[in-house]
């Protein structure tokens, strides 16, 4: 096997174009190999192979340095860089990461999988290179899905004026997570109907050199056209024409389905895990939404290329027409979108992941809450157990969210609730509201819920004791419950259970009260202390004589971390805050 021979990109460089082409069908099968048995980025892999062996084969990386956006698609990048073991052997799987990371290799310059920041970053590298006198070639790696987002706008403006080696190479695969949404996509379709000839070009435009290759999965015409442009000396587009989840069947006709996922069948394609019909919130959000669509005609539901991510399928973005919009990777669009619905009397709902909502801080501010528009946010994945790299860390949204003035934040802690929230947040004409969607499965409480949720703050007491009280905030709410049936346990005291809902503000009433007969109050959140919901009922308590302790995760960066050891790390098991509570009181 020609992969043996290779430790590092220079080993490419004594093969013949033939065995390049041997090379990428091997690396094609040890790819498909391991993401079938341990699951990742499927897809975008498969059509970057021969694009990347070529870049190496072509270009002398680290000094040559190539950033790759998202870094989803490096898994054959760090294959041919020193890290091959890790996709062959199963055993040394989990060595690596899904995304590139400087601690594995001199090969990898960023930590990142957030979309649309590599041509920002190659910008960078590139302006350091030319203050520094250097002459080494600066490859942007971008999707065209991924040319939807903000940034990539911002740094091809920027770069497009260095008047420097700068080389943005496009991996146009017709697709994002999903289809492609925006009227660029139309030029794109254009270039490459007319063989990258048309005079409408928008890179062109933008004041780039450009060059097209129509047959992106060729190595020898990757080759031939990555030989011409090297050493440049001005910044141009290299746009290449592939094809998404190529060279395996079910990939290439099901796009969307093999972007990423766990493990799956080889031979037949189908996950080894299968949910077996169990439910999930973003079916039944999906499935809410386009009920209430029929009686609602202003209703519309919004994605930033993660239409899944709240159970629309095809089929279901199809029963929706026009009341449901994708508008690309564009987390800050979507939001400032929503909020201008909003003001013209349309009911917005934006469905995103807690990751992804930090990209949209300053429209969730300034666009959306400074003009208090009644758009309505449902942040999915909002936890600890979310997702485990660095770079996806679900845990951050309470400090980011519940601290905009006007926000109404929103914690539901079972089914009956949330959509009882969601049913309140969509047809209420006087907040901005987001909702933390349940991070612990689908819940059924069987009790009668509050439908209005316009007295604000207002917490629900759903077990009255007395010395320790606990507040449970949403997807705990559940923890709280152990710890209360612990505390009756091991100690027989009789604990209060709070249910807060509301993550951006306190109930002075029901905190005061607590004062009478309670001496230590306990907040439970999953997400992170600094700046979360607990420090606001420890600040209420201050100048008091009542204790608290407030439990969540400490402010640090972890990646590919077990939840559970994370959760004992923290001492977020029902025991571990017992006895922190036993050992206060006594």
Known sequence: MYIEKIDGPADLKTFSVKELDILSDELRQVLLKKVSE??????????????????????????????????????????????????????????????????ESEHDFFV???????????????????????????????????????????????????????????????MSIAENHGGMYKNLQLLRETDGKAECNFFKALGFDYLYVKEGNNVYALIEAFSKIKDIDHPIVVHINTVKGKGYRFAEENKEKFHAGG??????????????????????????????????????????????LFGFNPERRKQAGKQFIDVGIAEEHAVAMASAIAKNGGKPVFGVFSTFIQRAYDQMSQDLCINNNPALILVFGGSMSSMTDVTHLGYFDIPLISNIPNMVYLAPTNKEEYFAMMEWGIMQTSHPVAIRVPANGVIYSGEKIDEDYGLLNSYKVNVSGSKVAIIGLGSFYQLGESVVEELKNKANIDATLINPRYITGLDSKVLEDLKKNHTLVVTLEDGLLDGGFGEKVTRFYGPSEMKVLNFGVKKEFVDRFSVDELLRENHLTSSQITEDILNVIK
């Open 38 to 103: 341990h699951g990742g980025h499927i897809g975008p892999n498969l059509g970057m192979v021969e694009a990347t062996v070529a870049l190496h084969y072509v270009f002398h990386s680290p000094i040559d340095k190539v950033v790759f956006d998202v870094s989803h698609q490096s898994y054959i990048h760090k294959m041919l860089t020193g890290r091959k073991e890790a996709f062959i052997y199963p055993e040394r799987y989990d060595e690596v990461s899904g995304y590139s990371e400087p601690s």
């Open 112 to 174: 990142i999988s957030h979309t649309s920041t590599s041509v920002s970053l190659a910008c960078g590298l590139a302006k350091a290179r030319d203050l520094k006198g250097d002459k080494e070639n600066i490859i942007a790696v971008i999707g065209d899905g991924s040319l939807s987002g903000g940034e990539a706008f911002e740094g091809l403006n920027n770069a497009a004026e260095l008047g420097s080696n700068f080389i943005v190479l496009v991996n146009d695969n017709q």
């Open 263 to 308: 493990p799956f069948d080889l031979a037949t394609g189908q996950p080894k895990m299968d949910a077996g019909g169990k439910e999930n919130y973003g079916n039944l959000t999906a499935e809410y939404l386009l009920d209430k669509m029929k009686k609602e005609s202003t209703l519309i539901a919004i994605t930033s290329a993660t239409p899944t």
